[in-house]
């Protein structure tokens, strides 16, 4: 029975997709210009097995992949120092918070112009776009999570006369772990998104965004329609591996009911 | 002076654990002026002594433990255990409060072997010495339950366990059970009494519970509020374990809360 109920439950996720696929296959079959603004399943199939056979989508997906991570890493842990700092000293806050603040408004499209002629548009430039996109949901939430250490745990702290390290580690970090993942999931969505995007900019290179522009420009929707699919399951498994890590590092916390 | 009776073992003359406390004071700063909160507190608590102190809520109790455990620093007077000042907190006095303040993101295990994080013991010994006071508190098999999967009554436990674990002289004990139910607590006093016999270390333990005072303490201090003053220092004078219904803990009973009925009546 509970098996039963699971399986009609895990089904019900399945429903909006299949509704969509099916308006999809109907859309295709409508007329000439649909069937091209609309490519066909079978169409899209044959392109992936065209694609995969070739080893262009692997390749492209590993290429956004690997920036993504290579810039999550760099702007999530950057993130996490500026905004530890800024939370626990007051001077480092006058110091580079009006910046901080300020810099952030600006969307990170916006800057790829000038980083591309600082920098130019090669693979550099790209992970330092999205090491931008990570920082700053990074570094927010962890202003928010050391700053709201709980001044009672520190008194336990210096009762057991903690030196400052053993402090970082067994005081501030877990009470502002909760904050880091929710920056963390947030930075892994904007660094998700401006992997892609950035390809989009800065058109050498390989990557999704990449395989979609030339696939643009050879007028292939299936493949256009593969790439889109691509991006949004490879961020969809990206932010449940960090669920999972998150949900595994805070079972210290209370289940909220 | 105090009547220590059989069941505790006498203490050698230099047992560590005197604490010393005169001419003290503490002022808060409020609204830019200085509230006075404790004045003139003078307090020889001899070793193994078992202190109680009670008063009215907002009389300077916790203020006066956080003094002596060195979470404030600033005040007048002196303070010295074994005849060394009190500059700050040192691993010579414990302190278990009332929300037992064990971390959340710990287990039972790790957050009393956090307390010998300034020792150079090994992974080993520290286990050991980690288990057999996990056993002292009778917490056998919650060893690896986080904080929020335990009783208010377990938690107590685990923080005096954690307490203890460093050999602190002296242990302070502000209102540690006054979140629990009326049986837990009555068995946590017993188990605490049982722990001071073992461990013959001083004792000073704020309570509200007038009972509880007189039940455990040698003596039981009464402070008077605002700004906060010893009224009164009593002497129980009877030997350790107690019958809790003992004729003279119900005359005490009567004659302590006379005496804070009496403050909160002017
Ligand atoms: N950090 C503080 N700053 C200002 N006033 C305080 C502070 N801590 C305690 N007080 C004041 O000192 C008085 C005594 O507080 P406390 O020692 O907590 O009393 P008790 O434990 O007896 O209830 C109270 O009036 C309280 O408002
Ligand atoms: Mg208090």
Redesign the pocket.
Known sequence: MSTFKKCCAGLRGLASPLLLVAAWEAASRQDASHAYAFASLASIGAGLRELSGSGELWLSALASLQRTCLGLLYGASLGTLLGAGMALSPLAARLVGPLFHSLRQVPILGLIPLLALWFGSGEGTKVLIVALAAFYPMALNAVEGFSQVDPRYREVGRLFGLGPWQHCWHVLLPSALPSLFNGLLHALAFAWVSSVGCELFLSTGVGLGNMMMNAEAGARMDIIVIGVLCIGLLGYAMNLLFSRLSQRLLRWRPLRR | MTAIAPPIPPLALDTPGALSIRGLNKH???DGRR?P?LQHIDLQVQPGEFIAIV????????????LIAGL?TDYEGQMQLDGKPIRGPSLDRGMVFQDHRLFPWKTVFDNIALALKHSRLDKAHVAARVNEHIALVGLQGFEHAYPHQLSGGMAQRAAIARALITQPKLLLL??PFGALDALTRVRMQQELQRLWIQQRSTMIM?THDVEEALYLGDRVIV?E??P?RIRHVIEVGLAHPRERNAARLQSLRQEILGQLLSQAGH
């Open positions: 808060y700063p409020i509230l909160v008063g009215a809520s907002g009389c300077g109790k916790s203020t006066l433990l956080r404030e502000d209102e704020v402070l509020p605002r906060g």
